[in-house]
Structures are given as structure tokens and as C-alpha cells.
């Protein structure tokens, strides 16, 4: 039996974003017996328990701000290693999920050589180019990531961008590493067009079906919320803006505000989080288009699931979006009016061929990004190595 450590997700089952959603599928979706995971879980007490047939041990972790990440991540490693040690595992692999502990990695990589265990990291996005952290966390976030890089044994990138600059920045540790993609499903919503939660919705956001562009995503200025907002009030559409992200009328929030007025233009509309998986996949597929205005980072969730669903696909210019999107979707750039001279162009489209695109997108999930696609290579991978 070969046993599989999944460290880095909050853990399943999945509540939250996209490393929890890929755990969640990778076990669930698990096709050969010979392979057994366990789950680290971010929890408030030590108790173990079994999910999709895999073994989930909870991680208790005080709150201490930003750092909480790194000591989780610390503990699921540490208490990984005990389990192997006391079950005495000769066929073990360590898979950690983004870079949060390379500093810590050289002692335990040594123990993890003695022990016989493969270790293998997905070094995600560009954490350390996110805006949200202070120039010192970004400058931890490059360390850990370097140190992640000399100390892994395999890199499984799930973008093609990623894998390129990993060779190319790490070159002096030559990384081995493998390109296996995120995924998703090309399946219609379980609800229809006159459910009462998807009228009712509608309704609360004074929006109607097919009558508005759709950003879904997290709320920090790397995904252009900005840029895409100030276009949009260039244009002449009758259409609705609607966003879906975790805004609290934050700084950020505030910031944007100020910098554009944007509640002047009754177009944009700022509607909350949808949870509903359902609901918001069928808000998606009601959508004229979708904007995704993402740059950092490798293969984005959100796309995914926008092409397995909405038609007519606006992404920004940027090497990992086009890896995804290719031939099915329309491209803008960060140029002062490519944005809203898009919209203003899609709007001419005819209707058979934003049904064209539709159908690439779909196949582009089915053909390339498939959950069962992505587990079987994963499995394929763990066999191997």
C-alpha cells in the first residue's frame, strides 16, 4: 500500500477554496487501491476520522495572525512524519501544497531522507507577489519558496507559467518538476431558470438573466478589480456589472471607491458571496459573459470554472490565462481602453458564435482539465515516483 500525505489544505471536507476543492476530488474520485491518503485537517481538536476513504487527522493551531499558515502546515509535517515512524512505512509520499515552511525544510528533509519518503510540492501561485502582505512577508514568502524548490524532491506545477519560471528562477537547484493542471467539471446546474433561490436572487440584485457581465473572486487588487471597474464605466453597455467576491467595505474597498466613484454608475453591482455551489454555477451560466482579470498565480479555479460554464469568456493577457483559455475565449490587456473596447465589440457577436465559443470552452475542460483526467495523472504520479 502506498500511503499519501496531503499537507497545506485546510483539509476535506471541503469548505473553502481551491487546494481543499482538489483534495475533496483526488480522493474522492480515487481509482487505485493500492493508494491510501492522509488528509491533514486544520481543526479545533486532534481527533482522526475517515472521509472518501481517507484517513483526515485534525490539526489544532492557536491563532497567531498571519503565521498561522506556516505553524499549520509545521505540525501536519511533524505529525506525518510520527505516524510514518510509528507504523513503521516504507512507501510513503509527503505532498505539501504551496510554500509556506521552506525555512524550516532543510532539518526535516534530512529525517525524510532517512525514512525512505519522496517529497512532493505545488508551489501554487506567486504568493509573494500578492499585494495583500507587507514587503517583509513578501520577502519570507520568495525565501520559503526557494527553499521549498532545493528541498522537494519532485514540483507538480498546475500551470505550464509556473513550471516555466520554476525552472528558469530555480535554475541553480535544477528542479525536477511535472506539470499536472486543477480541474474541473463540465456539468449543467441541478437548478432551473424558475427555482424560487435563483429568482429570488435575481430579484434581491435587481439583475436579470443574460443581461450582465460577472466577476467571481477573491477581492485584492492583483485581480484588477480596478482596471476592469474603470473600463467598464467607459462603455455604453445597458448591461449590469455584477460582482461576486468577499467585499467588507474594506480598506481596499474604500481605496477603489475613492479612485473611481464607481457608485455613481448603477450598472455595477457589488452583490456578496454565493456559497450555493449550485446557485453559483448557474449564475455563471446566465451570465452574458465573464470578466477575469486574474495575473497571478498558475492554473485559477475560477477560470475553470467560468469556461466550464459561461459562454462568452473575457480574460486579461497574461501567459496563464492563455495556457487555459487559448482559442476559447477573447483577450484584453491593461491598455487604457482595450477592456471596453472589447466589451463595446462583443456585443456585436452574433449569437452563433458565442455559442461557438461556448463549445471550445467546454471542450477545453472536458479534453484538458477533467477532474478525472487530473486524478488519474496524479495517481499515475504517485505510482511512479
Avoid at 80 to 92: R, V
Avoid at 150 to 176: A, R, W
Avoid at 264 to 287: S, W
Wanted: hydrophobic content about 35%; some cysteine; proline content about 2%.
Amino acid at each position: 500500500m502506498l500511503n499519501v500525505f496531503l499537507i497545506g489544505s485546510k483539509g476535506i471536507p471541503a469548505n473553502y477554496g481551491g487546494f481543499e476543492t482538489f483534495v475533496e476530488q483526488l480522493t474522492a474520485k480515487k481509482k487505485n487501491n493500492n493508494i491510501k491518503y492522509h488528509v491533514s485537517c486544520l481543526g479545533d481538536n486532534d481527533k482522526e476520522f475517515e472521509h472518501n476513504g481517507a484517513r483526515c487527522f485534525n490539526i489544532n493551531v492557536p491563532n497567531i495572525g498571519s503565521a498561522k499558515a506556516v505553524l499549520y502546515d509545521l505540525l501536519s509535517l511533524r505529525e506525518s512524519i510520527k505516524y510514518i515512524k510509528k507504523h513503521k512505512l516504507t512507501d510513503a509520499i509527503i505532498y505539501i501544497l504551496a510554500c509556506r515552511i521552506g525555512p524550516f525544510m532543510s532539518y526535516y528533509k534530512k529525517e525524510l531522507i532517512k525514512l525512505g519518503v519522496t517529497v512532493l510540492v505545488n508551489p501554487d501561485g506567486h504568493e509573494w507577489k500578492r499585494s495583500k502582505w507587507s514587503p517583509m512577508i513578501r520577502r519570507y514568502w520568495k525565501l520559503s519558496e526557494s527553499l521549498m524548490v532545493k528541498h522537494s524532491d519532485i514540483l507538480v506545477c498546475d500551470s505550464k507559467g509556473i513550471e516555466s519560471y520554476i525552472q528558469t528562477d530555480y535554475n541553480k537547484f535544477s528542479p525536477k518538476t511535472t506539470f499536472i493542471a486543477y480541474g474541473a467539471d463540465v456539468t449543467p446546474s441541478i437548478i432551473s431558470n424558475d427555482e424560487n433561490l435563483l429568482t429570488e436572487w435575481y430579484t434581491k440584485n435587481n439583475v436579470l438573466s443574460n443581461e450582465y457581465y460577472l466577476i467571481v473572486g477573491r477581492f485584492v487588487s492583483e485581480n484588477n478589480y480596478e482596471l476592469m471597474i474603470r473600463e467598464f464605466m467607459k462603455t455604453k453597455t445597458k448591461k449590469d456589472l455584477v460582482i461576486i467576491s468577499n467585499v467588507e467595505q474594506n480598506q481596499f474597498y474604500q481605496d477603489l471607491l475613492t479612485r473611481t466613484n464607481f457608485n455613481i454608475d448603477p450598472r455595477i453591482k457589488f452583490v456578496g458571496t454565493v456559497y450555493n455551489q449550485e446557485l453559483l454555477k448557474k449564475i455563471r451560466e446566465n451570465a452574458f459573459a465573464y470578466f477575469h482579470g486574474h495575473e497571478v498565480g498558475g492554473t485559477n479555479p475560477s477560470l475553470l470554472e467560468a469556461l466550464a460554464s459561461t459562454k462568452l469568456n473575457l480574460l486579461l493577457d497574461v501567459v496563464f490565462n492563455n495556457e487555459v483559455g487559448e482559442d476559447a475565449a477573447v483577450y484584453f490587456s491593461k491598455k487604457e481602453g482595450s477592456l471596453s473596447h472589447l466589451v463595446n465589440e462583443v456585443e456585436l457577436f452574433s449569437n452563433n458564435y458565442i455559442d461557438q465559443l461556448g463549445e471550445k470552452a467546454k471542450e477545453r475542460i472536458n479534453n484538458e482539465y477533467s477532474w478525472e483526467k487530473i486524478v488519474q495523472s496524479y495517481e499515475s504520479l504517485f505510482i511512479s515516483v
